[in-house]
């Protein structure tokens, strides 16, 4: 069997999904959970584009030792020197270096030449491999690219020491036959081309991600670029969890294998999933509920008989095993700590005290704690910040004959106590308007979602609010067993998000004084 390495990029390409923004402390954590899941190497984010990114990929770099981390940059002096200073404490650093080399992203984006792209991809790869061992390129829209020009950039960064060439499919344009004979006419046509791994990066904007990045293996890629859930720009990258399953249940066939332990694919999917507040469809592959629910009689005849009959792999393969109720009302910090070590969750001291709080409430009004839960209450906790505004409590009349009207109490930073009331259309719209009398910013809300975690009357609701404030698109997110609770308390939050946003804005603006 030869061996694929997974790049994974859902803290970079991933989060560039509208409304997927994660803060530092939500970025370590996903970055903690895809070591344990055994990727090869994690791109933690384009460290020039904002100093969270920046952070972020500096904590990551620290902290995350049983990986190689990369950092994205344009191919220019900046971004790559702030990539290589937030990298300098990885264990494995990385530097992912990319320009675009179609003609429409060189005329319209770039308005530069052919030899002007090549001689700044020269003089990128040449200043990243003067600092950094490894360093990875990509000629962005490489699918639409002249493949003569294409061979040529490609040798060019190679002789100054590219390691990796990747090939992105940018807009997710090509079939996945395109895709195997442009990775083989790369391989007969560039003269120093084992001197690389070639690598793969595809957009699903056809739906076809994970199709053309398995053509891309065949021809001979041994890298793959893959986000959690396939979320990314647009209609988002392939999907690890697709690719991972599919080169595992066909390794007769295909004869390739990965790092990844498939037993934590489950959860790892379902924290990112909670973490930004997007729902895995579902029938989702691998990961949707319905993925392993058989609804026919005929079907489910087959699977009591034998589950190879309509499964071509197991729930348990993927580390879904029935959700369990683990805990309730009478379970404490010991069980409960517990039960996140054995999902693969870690928590500082601070946070898992603060987490439990939380499901102490939780079980309180729900008899039984599913895993799911635990996912959302960690989520929940950890997205919201230490500082800003909290919800203390709220209160609702509504109904069919009544104004639905809401009074709420919040404090800022655990101060003094504001109330305020207010009516609306409905008793989420009345809660938000009291929270706005409160906060007293004028925002304007663009998206607003609920789902379900767990079936069941006494399910937990989550909810992501998407709010625009003076220009800026803040998202918050919040659980409770109370639907209206999860939208005042993903309100306040995503008030707190744009503070914060604001804050590093301003510092930003201020430090460039
Ligand atoms: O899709 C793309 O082209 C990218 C590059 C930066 C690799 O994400
Ligand atoms: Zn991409």
Same mark, same amino acid.
């Given at each position: 069997?030869?061996?694929?390495?997974?790049?994974?990029?859902?803290?970079?390409?991933?989060?560039?999904?509208?409304?997927?923004? *994660?803060?530092?402390?939500?970025?370590?954590?996903?970055?903690?959970?895809?070591?344990?899941?055994?990727?090869?190497?994690?791109?933690?984010?384009f460290?020039?584009?904002s100093?969270?990114?920046?952070?972020?990929?500096?904590?990551?770099?620290?902290?995350?030792?049983?990986?190689?981390v990369?950092?994205?940059?344009?191919?220019?002096?900046?971004?790559?020197?702030?990539?290589?200073?937030?990298?300098?404490?990885?264990?494995?650093?990385?530097?992912?270096? !990319?320009?675009?080399?179609?003609?429409?992203?060189?005329?319209?984006?770039?308005?530069?030449?052919?030899?002007?792209?090549?001689?700044? +991809?020269?003089?990128?790869?040449?200043?990243?491999?003067?600092?950094?061992?490894?360093?990875?390129?990509?000629?962005?829209?490489?699918?639409?690219?002249?493949?003569?020009?294409?061979?040529?950039?490609?040798?060019?960064?190679?002789?100054?020491?590219?390691?990796?060439?990747?090939?992105?499919?940018?807009?997710?344009?090509?079939?996945?036959?395109?895709? #195997?004979?442009?990775?083989?006419?790369?391989?007969?046509?560039?003269?120093?081309?084992?001197? +690389?791994?070639?690598?793969? #990066?595809?957009?699903?904007?056809?739906?076809?991600?994970?199709?053309?990045?398995?053509?891309?293996i065949?021809?001979?890629?041994?890298?793959?670029?893959?986000?959690?859930?396939?979320?990314?720009?647009?209609?988002?990258n392939?999907?690890?969890?697709?690719?991972?399953?599919?080169?595992?249940?066909?390794?007769?066939?295909?004869? !390739?294998?990965?790092?990844?332990?498939?037993?934590?694919?489950?959860?790892?999917?379902? *924290?990112?999933?909670?973490?930004?507040?997007?729902?895995?469809?579902?029938?989702?592959a691998?990961?949707?509920?319905? +993925?392993?629910? #058989?609804?026919?009689?005929?079907?489910?005849?087959?699977?009591?008989?034998?589950?190879?009959?309509?499964?071509?792999?197991?729930?348990?393969?993927?580390g879904?095993?029935?959700?369990?109720?683990?805990?309730?009302?009478?379970?404490? *910090?010991?069980?409960?700590r517990?039960?996140?070590v054995?999902?693969?969750?870690?928590l500082?001291?601070?946070?898992?005290?603060?987490?439990?709080?939380?499901?102490?409430?939780?079980?309180?009004?729900?008899?039984?704690? !599913?895993?799911?839960?635990? !996912?959302?209450?960690?989520?929940?906790?950890?997205?919201?910040?230490?500082?800003?505004?909290?919800?203390?409590?709220?209160?609702?009349?509504?109904?069919?004959?009544?104004?639905?009207?809401?009074?709420?109490?919040?404090r800022?930073?655990?101060?003094?106590? *504001?109330?305020?009331?207010?009516?609306?259309?409905?008793?989420?719209?009345a809660?938000?308007?009291?929270?706005?009398?409160?906060?007293?910013v004028?925002?304007?809300?663009?998206?607003?979602?609920?789902?379900?975690?767990?079936?069941?009357?006494?399910?937990?609701?989550?909810?992501?609010?998407s709010?625009?404030?003076?220009?800026?698109?803040?998202?918050?997110?919040?659980?409770?067993?109370?639907?209206?609770e999860?939208?005042?308390?993903?309100?306040?939050?995503?008030?707190?998000?744009?503070?914060?946003?604001?804050?590093?804005?301003?510092?930003?603006e201020l430090?460039?004084?």
């Open positions: 069997m030869e061996k694929v390495d997974i790049f994974d990029t859902t803290l970079r390409d991933g989060e560039q999904s509208p409304g997927a923004s *994660m803060d530092v402390e939500q970025k370590y954590e996903i970055a903690l959970q895809l070591e344990r899941l055994g990727a090869d190497i994690i791109e933690a984010g460290p020039v584009s100093p969270a990114q920046f952070n972020a990929c500096k904590l990551i770099s620290e902290r995350v030792r049983g990986l190689k990369a950092a994205l940059a344009r191919s220019n002096m900046k971004d790559l020197d702030a990539a290589i200073e937030a990298t300098r404490d990885a264990a494995h650093p990385r530097i992912h270096t !990319f320009i675009g080399s179609s003609p429409i992203h060189m005329e319209y984006k770039l308005k530069k030449t052919e030899s002007e792209v090549l001689e700044m +991809a020269r003089a990128a790869v040449r200043h990243a491999r003067s600092k950094v061992a490894e360093v990875e390129f990509s000629p962005e829209d490489a699918t639409r690219s002249d493949l003569e020009f294409l061979y040529r950039l490609i040798e060019t960064v190679i002789d100054e020491g590219a390691t990796i060439i990747n090939i992105p499919d940018t807009v997710g344009y090509s079939v996945p036959d395109e895709i #195997h004979r442009m990775i083989t006419s790369i391989r007969n046509n560039v003269p120093n081309i084992d001197k +690389a791994i070639l690598s793969i #990066h595809c957009h699903n904007d056809l739906g076809l991600a994970v199709a053309n990045t398995l053509a891309g065949q021809a001979g890629c041994r890298q793959a670029e893959v986000t959690i859930n396939g979320i990314g720009e647009r209609a988002g392939a999907s690890l969890e697709e690719l991972v399953m599919a080169l595992n249940v066909r390794k007769e066939l295909l004869g !390739f294998q990965t790092r990844v332990n498939t037993t934590h694919i489950y959860n790892t999917c379902r *924290m990112l999933s909670s973490m930004i507040g997007f729902p895995i469809a579902r029938n989702k691998v990961v949707g509920e319905n +993925a392993f629910s #058989h609804e026919a009689g005929i079907h489910q005849h087959g699977v009591l008989a034998n589950r190879s009959t309509y499964e071509i792999m197991t729930p348990e393969s993927v879904r095993d029935a959700s369990k109720i683990v805990l309730g009302r009478h379970s404490g *910090m010991h069980g409960f517990g039960r996140l054995e999902l693969g969750i870690t500082e001291e601070n946070e898992l005290k603060r987490a439990y709080d939380r499901f102490a409430q939780i079980a309180d009004r729900k008899r039984e704690v !599913f895993d799911e839960d635990l !996912f959302a209450i960690v989520s929940d906790e950890l997205g919201h910040q230490t500082s800003g505004y909290s919800l203390d409590y709220f209160s609702i009349t509504s109904g069919n004959i009544h104004v639905p009207t809401a009074g709420v109490r919040l800022l930073d655990g101060g003094e106590p *504001m109330e305020e009331a207010a009516t609306g259309d409905g008793p989420v719209d809660v938000f308007k009291a929270i706005d009398r409160v906060i007293n004028p925002a304007r809300l663009i998206e607003y979602n609920v789902h379900a975690v767990t079936p069941g009357k006494q399910a937990m609701g989550e909810v992501s609010v709010l625009e404030i003076e220009g800026i698109r803040a998202t918050g997110h919040g659980s409770s067993t109370d639907i209206i999860a939208s005042a308390r993903a309100y306040v939050n995503a008030h707190n998000r744009y503070s914060a946003i604001r804050n590093i804005k301003e510092q930003r430090d460039s004084l």
